[in-house]
């Protein structure tokens, strides 16, 4: 689904990334672990297309378009930026139908816990409700790919599990599934662990 293929990024003096090589299968829900700093974020970015590597390549092969990534559009790719980022100004309904051309996702509204707050704004419902609304907009266009950062950092157990078993309804339809993640549970849901250690792949 996607290769990245000796990807390096640096800001500054600082190197974020050395260069690294990691393939997502379809199907899969992969889970990138490590330390504070250890580039996960800067790898989900690149993968994503919302970065670009400083060297290397990231390949996405079909069902993927043969785009960048950056022209990719939410029915390709489906992303859950750490900061979130919903539109401000539309529902949690309407940024959901955004991401899917029409109005739509109730069962993942209702999946996610989110049915009743489907009418307000982001501003309007709580960090972890926002979170899980932004779950439900990468999710509702049936990407082919999924990149979520640590898409279960504001949720109670029982709402992290909801999160998770969306994920990986999405990797059992055919998604390719990848997250960051610090949570246990998470590493426990995952078929594949990818661990980083400054800025390297240790294990995957
Ligand atoms: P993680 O997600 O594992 O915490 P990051 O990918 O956020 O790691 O960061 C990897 C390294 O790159 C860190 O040393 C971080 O300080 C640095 N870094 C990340 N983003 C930026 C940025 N926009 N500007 C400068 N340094 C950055
Ligand atoms: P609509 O409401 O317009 O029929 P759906 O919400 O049924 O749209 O489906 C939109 C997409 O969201 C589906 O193709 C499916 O991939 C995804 N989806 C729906 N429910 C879930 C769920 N519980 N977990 C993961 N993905 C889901």
Not at 5 to 24: I, N
Not at 148 to 175: F, Y
Request: glycine content about 10%; overall charge negative; proline content about 7%.
């Amino acid at each position: 689904m996607l290769s990245l293929r000796g990807v390096c990024k640096s800001y500054g003096e600082a190197e974020a990334l050395r260069p690294v090589d990691a393939d997502l299968p379809a199907g899969e829900l992969a889970v990138l672990t490590g330390p504070s700093g250890s580039g996960k974020s800067t790898l989900l970015m690149i993968a994503g297309g919302w970065e670009t590597p400083d060297g290397g390549e990231v390949v996405p092969s079909p069902p993927l378009p043969d785009l960048p990534m950056d022209r990719m559009s939410w029915s390709d790719v489906g992303f859950v930026p750490q900061s979130i980022s919903l539109f401000e100004e539309l529902t949690l309904a309407d940024n959901l139908a955004l991401a899917l051309g029409r109005p739509g996702g109730g069962d993942l509204l209702e999946a996610l816990d989110l049915t009743r707050l489907a009418a307000r704004r982001p501003g309007e419902v709580s960090r972890g409700e926002q979170q899980r609304a932004a779950v439900a907009r990468a999710l509702v266009a049936a990407p082919a790919l999924v990149i979520a950062d640590e898409p279960t950092s504001h949720q109670d157990h029982r709402r992290a599990l909801l999160v998770l078993d969306a994920l990986r309804a999405a990797a059992d339809r055919g998604a390719a599934v990848l997250i960051a993640s610090h949570d246990p549970v998470a590493v426990r849901y995952a078929d594949r662990e990818i661990r980083l250690g400054a800025g390297s792949v240790l294990r995957g």
